[in-house]
């Protein structure tokens, strides 16, 4: 789950303004293909909120689950101990069991509803706590973005239709620790465009963390993320980082998707997500006013993928990496 690097007032879909100042650069962006073989995704019904009262006993919720608002993060680059470390191994492989067997949602006329509905009962029976329910008041166990929404998209009564591309993202919180990872997926028989464009996302995700390594710039991650999509003919999404992740959500360090000045290097030990985003079109965004929601002022499509890694004496490890 990103951390939102760009502040906006929440816009109503109908009132998304038709062209804004571009971020970074100041060629255009690429235009959108003009004949749409997707939908544009506007929110639809969102069924109630789990309460805390309907809890598992047994599962250990984090302190914001009551009041929506999270403890205060680091201040400074966390270097984790071994017990910490290894907690974070476990809540990693369970975020990415979840996402796997999640997507198996990710078929035409299954809503994004039901995706949530799978992801909250499969916290649960791991004795794990869904992060994203409750967090800063987000009403749902995880973020389903479709076709025009970048990312934060709250689950609803929509059905995935033909043609349709996915991100999922989940985050997980057990053992006292949160492990986040996201994909998105193709839904039935999606046009060459958006296959491109998924394929690139998933590419700049691997070329971020080729970046990564004990004594490595952090703002190296993403002057290779930004050359990489750029030289695809897409665009990064710069509103939206990566993270430094433990007991908290989020912290430091800021994991930019573009070039940037963030200081500090990498040392052994520290955690965080690297989690671009790629537009086929604009890379601004407008928050819809749910207050999460994140689209494309365009309506042009975007993809992400997302990992958690883990600095080491040798290199990177990915700790929600899919193993058979």
């Known amino acids: 789950m990103a951390t939102t690097k760009l502040f906006l007032p929440p816009l109503r879909h109908s009132a998304l303004p038709s062209c804004r100042r571009h971020f970074w650069s100041r060629k255009p962006p690429p235009r959108p293909p003009a004949d749409k073989t997707y939908s544009v995704v506007k929110p639809g019904s969102v069924s109630p909120r789990l309460k805390p009262s309907e809890l598992p006993q047994h599962v250990r919720p984090p302190p914001y689950y009551l009041t929506g608002v999270p403890p205060q993060s680091p201040n400074y680059h966390e270097v984790k101990t071994a017990e910490s470390i290894q907690c974070m191994r476990e809540a990693c492989s369970l975020a990415r069991r979840v996402l796997t067997e999640a997507s198996k949602l990710a078929k035409v006329g299954n809503t994004t509803d039901l995706i949530d509905e799978l992801v909250t009962q499969l916290s649960f029976e791991a004795g794990a706590y869904p992060s994203p329910l ?6 749902k166990s995880v973020c389903t973005s479709v076709n025009n929404c970048v990312c934060h998209g709250i689950p609803d009564s929509r059905p995935l239709e033909d043609g349709d591309i996915i991100n999922i993202d989940i985050t997980v919180f057990l053992n006292g620790h949160h492990g986040d990872c996201s994909e998105t ?13 998924v394929k690139v996302a998933r590419e700049a995700l691997y070329v971020g ?4 390594g004990p004594g490595k710039l952090f703002n190296g991650i993403g002057a290779a993320i930004q050359s990489f999509v750029n030289s695809q003919g897409l665009r990064v999404i710069p509103s939206f980082t990566g993270h430094g992740i433990g007991t908290y959500f989020h912290g430091p360090p800021d994991i930019y998707p573009c070039r940037n000045s963030y200081p500090g290097r990498m040392k052994p030990g520290m955690t965080f997500t690297v989690e671009p985003a790629v537009s086929e079109g604009s890379p601004e965004v407008a928050i819809l006013s749910d207050g999460w929601t994140a689209v494309s002022p365009d309506d042009s499509r975007s993809a992400q993928f997302e990992h958690t890694v883990l600095i080491t004496e040798e290199g990177v490890e990915i700790l929600t990496l899919h193993t058979d």
Do not use: K, T
């Open 134 to 139: 409750n967090y800063r008041n987000f009403p």
């Open 185 to 197: 997926f193709l839904v039935g028989e999606v046009d060459m465009a958006g296959q491109e464009l």
């Open 209 to 212: 963390i080729d970046q990564c």
